[in-house]
């Protein structure tokens, strides 16, 4: 029979390097909010070689307005506020004349998939329709 005192050993020492993880992580995150505040009002460099377009430039500024990355609205996850952040990006693009298929390739979606975010930022964002 195993000693009972070793997963709690071991519960122990993981413990103990999550709390070390999450200092790390509260620290990074506190230098992305002072980074933002200092680059706050820096226009964004845009290559000479047309390499990043109008529409992505677009992304990346309002991606770091929402506290994101462009990489991190490109990548997999589904958690709620990158859908939201997702959702916002994809309207101010498609406002702004990008099609959904552009959009798309710019946040790595399907023009389906693009179609629906924008379906639900209207949803979002429009007044309450209350019936008689």
């Not at 200092?38 to 377009?53: F, H, W």
């Not at 959702?87 to 710019?106: E, M, N, P, Q, S």
């Amino acid at each position: 029979m195993t000693d009972p005192a070793v997963p709690l050993v071991m519960v122990r020492v993981l413990a103990a390097r999550l709390d070390v993880l999450q200092a790390a992580l509260d620290e990074v995150q506190a230098q992305a909010v002072s980074l933002r505040q200092a680059l706050d009002g820096y226009p964004v460099a845009v290559p000479d070689d047309g390499a990043v377009g109008r529409h992505e430039m677009l992304a990346m500024r309002r991606a770091a307005e929402l506290g994101y990355t462009l990489a991190q609205l490109q990548g997999r996850s589904r958690r709620q506020a990158l859908v939201a952040a997702r959702d916002d990006i994809a309207t101010l693009l498609h406002d702004d004349g990008a099609t959904a298929v552009a959009i798309g390739r710019i946040l790595h979606r399907d023009h389906s998939t693009i179609l629906s975010a924008l379906e639900r930022w209207r949803r979002r964002h429009e007044a309450p329709q209350h019936r008689p």
